[in-house]
């Protein structure tokens, strides 16, 4: 696998134990986030911008069951803001920008949260039972959520985002249909897949695709078990499928893919399997490399062009709930190459280069705000020179209105006269 200055990490999360990080590149564990207990699909990514990105996870408290959701950043191990929910949440999802996260609840309803405030812009009631899986679509328009009813709601994010002044739910929902016979596990729209499709997969052994303007069904893929979570080839016409065999199973965008006709099959499995049930996979490297999770508490990455694994993460957990991955992040190397060491060592190592542990932690959160503070003011320049430009071209579109206003007038006045 390549390697570049800011690699892609690869995060894991336990209903157990730490949110544990990987440079996917080499194995190493770069960092480890404590303090939640999180629910299947219940870890994501928020933001994608230098300085405003945060690790989000669902968090069901052991001791009284209440919900909430934690917030983290890249340079600390514990989160530095947990979001008060109105319910217990599991699956969770997050705009493009990192503004939004939205939290499905176990009554059903799609609570949206502005961040990093954590409050509550909306409480949708989608779904009769639990919901079990959202996701945003490539352009960032529609919000997509599954749920054990089978069902699956698409919803403008405008009309969660913003006072819409409509309380009719049926009004808010652009399109919302039975999709299987028992619970969504995952869905998924954009790279490798046409823009105005999503994929679900299910409990009940199937991958179905979906009109995404429609709402229509389009195709069902049969599989020999449960699939928990979806992966989209980039850049291949192939998904692969996280199945509860403990295999990943590979299946086509297109009837009849010349790959799995030359095999002979509708469906090809990958000839390694986990333990346990795999629970989610994820595209890393341009497509080259696949990671799968396991409930078995193994990860492993794959090179996808030969169909074996290349290397097994550290099993730091017991079990895991999701798996989620994260590119153009600069991790902390100095956090990260003390995780698990002792705090002596730490602290002798700190001294060696004439800081101490404590300067070094506090001046790291100031460095990133005075960057931070750079690209705000650069991002003012850059708003005020587009406005600028925006009005100068409305001026200049006033007055080629009324020079063919004019010009209309005459026309006018001359049929008049004749």
């Known amino acids: 696998m390549s390697s570049s200055s800011s690699p892609e990490i690869v995060l894991t999360s336990s209903p157990d134990g730490p949110i544990v990080a990987y440079d996917a590149?080499?194995?190493t564990i770069v960092a480890?986030?404590?303090?939640?207990?999180?629910?299947?699909?219940?870890?994501?990514?928020?933001?994608k911008d230098f300085g405003k990105t945060y690790i989000a996870a669902s968090h069901i408290s052991p001791t009284t069951a209440s919900g909430s959701i934690h917030l983290y950043n890249w340079w600390s191990s514990t989160a530095f803001h947990s979001l008060p929910v109105p319910e217990p949440v599991a699956p969770l999802a997050a705009s493009f920008d990192g503004l939004y996260l939205f939290a499905g609840g176990i009554s059903g309803s799609v609570h949206t949260l502005s961040v990093p405030s954590g409050n509550v812009l909306k409480s949708l009631p989608a779904h009769n039972k639990p919901v079990t899986c959202l996701g945003v679509n490539h352009d960032e328009s529609l919000l997509i959520s599954g749920s054990d009813d089978g069902t699956i709601a698409i919803v403008p994010i405008f009309q969660l985002v913003g006072d819409s002044g409509c309380e009719n739910v049926e009004d808010l929902i652009l399109h919302k249909f039975a999709a299987h016979s028992d619970s969504v596990?995952?869905?998924?729209?954009?790279?490798?897949?046409?823009?105005?499709?999503?994929?679900s997969c299910s409990t009940d052994s199937t991958c179905k695709f979906w009109?995404?303007?429609?709402?229509?069904?389009?195709?069902?893929?049969?599989?020999?078990?449960?699939?928990?979570?979806?992966?989209?080839?980039?850049?291949?016409?192939e998904f692969y499928a996280a199945g509860s065999d403990g295999s990943v199973h590979?299946?086509?965008?297109?009837?009849?893919?010349?790959?799995?006709?030359?095999?002979?099959?509708?469906?090809?499995?990958?000839?390694?399997t986990h333990s346990s049930a795999v629970v989610s996979v994820v595209m890393l490297n341009g497509g080259r490399n696949l990671v799968s999770a396991s409930e078995d508490g193994s990860v492993w990455i794959w090179e996808v062009g030969v169909g074996q694994v290349i290397m097994a993460l550290g099993n730091e957990m017991a079990s895991i709930s999701d798996l989620v991955s994260a590119t153009g992040i600069s991790y902390n190397k100095g956090h990260s190459s003390e995780v698990g060491?002792?705090?002596?060592?730490?602290?002798?190592?700190?001294?060696?280069?004439?800081?101490?542990?404590?300067?070094?932690?506090?001046?790291?959160?100031?460095?990133?705000?005075?960057?931070m503070e750079d690209l705000l003011k650069v991002a003012a320049k850059d708003r005020s020179r587009a406005i600028d430009t925006l009005e100068s071209a409305i001026a200049i579109y006033e007055k080629l209105l009324e020079l063919i206003l004019k010009e209309a007038k005459k026309g006018t006045h001359s049929s008049k006269q004749r």
């Open 25 to 27: 590149s080499s194995g």
């Open 211 to 237: 009109s995404l303007r429609r709402g229509t069904h389009l195709r069902t893929v049969v599989f020999p078990c449960t699939i928990s979570g979806i992966a989209l080839h980039p850049t291949e016409p």
């Open 32 to 47: 480890q986030f404590t303090g939640s207990r999180s629910p299947r699909r219940g870890l994501t990514v928020v933001g």
């Open 250 to 272: 590979i299946g086509s965008f297109m009837i009849g893919s010349r790959k799995l006709v030359i095999q002979g099959n509708e469906l090809m499995t990958l000839p390694h």
């Open 341 to 371: 060491k002792s705090s002596a060592k730490e602290s002798a190592k700190c001294d060696d280069i004439g800081f101490s542990c404590e300067e070094l932690i506090m001046s790291m959160p100031a460095r990133q705000m005075i960057e």
């Open 185 to 199: 596990t995952a869905i998924v729209s954009g790279t490798g897949l046409c823009y105005s499709q999503i994929i």
